[in-house]
């Protein structure tokens, strides 16, 4: 996420900026020089980005809005990571950038069971969805490989498919409201999780698949769908 240029050379900016929020976030929420551990420079590709200076690791979005908010006014660029399980470089940290880290926000609401949705802080895995969903009789329509380190915040980023796509459809399809922070601190919440809601523009599939540029992901409302009674499995062969 590319904020607006501020007046601080970026040594100076990352100094200020750990200024400002340590008065704003909780100590947990920063880690900073050679406390930040190398997996913060890359994803699941071989290819390593840069040792961002700054790990933030806000547990509130409250505290998201507060770091997005000094980052803007300082012009300091960010680039948001889940669980870095993305292989088209999106969560790789690029020069002079610090990385705000969702994997301390994993809240899990309770399974409405009647509306069949669940709502879930950005950094909760795939799987615990899944499980969740499970636990009630219920089955959410995604499924990938990185299930169990790939989060509902970066899943929704990159718009994910997966195994379950031609019967349940992208990660799009199973969103019914969202909670998203823009770069200057402004929260918007849509999380009504009401399927019909004609009131205006549809403001959460906008930021599907728009990896971090548009706002930072804070919170989903998923829709689950009922259990399959069966499945079965088969090998389909093509002629070369
Ligand atoms: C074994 C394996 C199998 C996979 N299979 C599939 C598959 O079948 N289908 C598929 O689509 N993908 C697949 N992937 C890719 C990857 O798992 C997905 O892209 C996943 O959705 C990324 O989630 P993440 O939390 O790891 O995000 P990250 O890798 O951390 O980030 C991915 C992008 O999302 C942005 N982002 C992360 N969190 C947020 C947030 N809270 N708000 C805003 N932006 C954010 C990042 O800036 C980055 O641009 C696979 C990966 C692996 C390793």
């Given at each position: 996420?590319?904020?607006?240029?501020?007046?601080?050379?970026?040594?100076?900016?990352?100094?200020?900026?750990?200024?400002?929020?340590?008065?704003?976030?909780?100590?947990?929420?920063?880690?900073?020089?050679?406390?930040?551990?190398?997996?913060?420079?890359?994803?699941?590709?071989?290819?390593?980005?840069?040792?961002?200076?700054?790990?933030?690791?806000?547990?509130?979005?409250?505290?998201?809005?507060?770091?997005?908010?000094?980052?803007?006014?300082?012009?300091?660029?960010?680039?948001v990571?889940g669980?870095?399980?993305?292989?088209?470089?999106?969560?790789?940290?690029?020069?002079?950038?610090?990385?705000?880290?969702l994997?301390?926000m994993?809240?899990?609401?309770?399974?409405?069971?009647?509306?069949?949705?669940?709502?879930?802080e950005a950094g909760?895995?795939?799987?615990?969805?899944?499980?969740?969903?499970?636990?009630?009789?219920?089955?959410?329509?995604?499924?990938?490989?990185?299930?169990?380190?790939?989060t509902i915040g970066g899943n929704v980023a990159?718009?994910?498919?997966?195994?379950?796509?031609?019967?349940?459809?992208?990660?799009?399809?199973?969103?019914?409201?969202?909670?998203?922070?823009?770069?200057?601190?402004?929260?918007?919440?849509?999380?009504?999780?009401?399927?019909?809601?004609?009131?205006?523009?549809?403001?959460?599939?906008?930021?599907?698949?728009?990896?971090?540029?548009?706002?930072v992901v804070t919170?989903a409302?998923?829709?689950?769908?009922?259990?399959?009674?069966?499945?079965?499995?088969?090998?389909?062969?093509?002629?070369?």
């Open positions: 996420m590319q904020a607006a240029r501020g007046a601080f050379a970026p040594a100076n900016r990352q100094a200020e900026l750990l200024s400002r929020l340590s008065e704003r976030i909780g100590g947990n929420a920063i880690l900073a020089g050679d406390d930040v551990g190398d997996g913060y420079r890359g994803d699941a590709t071989d290819e390593r980005g840069e040792r961002p200076a700054i790990v933030f690791r806000p547990s509130t979005t409250a505290e998201v809005a507060a770091i997005l908010e000094e980052c803007n006014r300082l012009g300091q660029p960010v680039v990571q669980g870095r399980t993305g292989l088209a470089g999106g969560a790789r940290p690029g020069a002079g950038e610090v990385s705000l880290s994997e301390r994993v809240s899990l609401s309770v399974v409405d069971e009647d509306a069949a949705t669940v709502i879930a909760v895995t795939l799987h615990a969805v899944q499980q969740a969903a499970a636990d009630c009789g219920l089955f959410f329509g995604v499924d990938i490989g990185a299930r169990g380190t790939s990159t718009n994910a498919g997966g195994i379950r796509v031609l019967r349940y459809g992208m990660y799009r399809s199973q969103i019914l409201g969202l909670e998203v922070v823009l770069a200057d601190g402004t929260v918007l919440t849509s999380l009504k999780g009401l399927p019909k809601d004609n009131s205006g523009f549809d403001l959460n599939q906008l930021f599907v698949g728009s990896e971090g540029v548009l706002g919170r409302c998923l829709r689950l769908h009922p259990e399959p009674r069966s499945q079965a499995n088969a090998f389909a062969g093509c002629r070369p």
